[in-house]
């Protein structure tokens, strides 16, 4: 046998040790903390698609889903053969799909609370701080509204068995965004948006109803509309 005859035999047998005995991309484990979930797979390779189902839908529940690793990003869809679904990228180690439900009928406490702008007209957002919530820009409806400065407007809100925090989101018609998380919010509670000088040196207040300040901080977080 020659040479060359040798070495490709050679190259031809670590090939097929790579295909029987799996030597290629490691897999990493793709586990679920709830139930109702199903996939093709339970191991995938970095930078492979992954595609999950979950079709154990009860009536009158809300659900919450979210990854363990922030940095992936969770795409959800919804049809009525599959129930949800979801697409992702498999990063380079385990990870973990969870799922939280809750009865929508459910009694929910409601308070009031009341929003005051004192900068420039804006949409004016107060929501839930979720993991959702913190990583979008898009939020719907303006939950406060548009407010001319001067303006005041009272929103109710409704406890979230999501979120132990409120966040404020500010755009004005220059599209500046302004922003506040961690808020602890109450029955009577007074947001104020106010400036300092510049409009850029606004900040977001929280008044108990006695008056007193109970969160106080720089407002500004950068221009939607820059480059």
Not at 24 to 34: A, E, M, T, V
Request: charge should be negative; charged fraction near 25%.
């Amino acid at each position: 046998m020659n040479r060359a005859k040798r070495l490709l035999l050679i190259l031809l047998g670590a090939m097929m040790m790579l295909h029987f005995f799996g030597c290629g991309k490691p897999k990493h484990k793709l586990l679920y903390d709830g139930f109702g979930f199903t996939s093709d797979k339970t191991a995938y390779a970095a930078g492979e698609t992954v595609t999950v189902y979950f079709n154990m839908i009860a009536t009158d529940t809300d659900y919450r889903f979210w990854l363990d690793d922030e940095d992936v990003e969770l795409e959800r869809d919804y049809n009525d053969g599959q129930g949800y679904v979801f697409t992702f990228s498999m990063p380079d180690h385990d990870l973990t799909l969870h799922v939280e439900s809750h009865n929508s009928m459910a009694a929910q406490e409601r308070f009031p609370v009341t929003f005051e702008n004192r900068v420039q007209e804006a949409d004016i957002w107060i929501l839930p701080q979720t993991s959702e919530n913190l990583k979008t820009t898009l939020w719907g409806t303006p939950t406060v509204g548009k407010l001319a400065p001067g303006e005041t407007a009272e929103v109710v809100l409704t406890e979230s068995y999501a979120a132990e925090a409120w966040l404020v989101r500010i755009i004005d018609t220059d599209q500046a965004l302004y922003s506040a998380n961690d808020l602890k919010l109450a029955d009577g509670y007074r947001i104020v948006f106010r400036s300092e000088g510049a409009r850029f040196d606004a900040v977001i207040e929280v008044l108990d109803p006695e008056g007193s300040v109970v969160f106080s901080g720089e407002a500004f977080s950068g221009s939607l509309g820059a480059e």
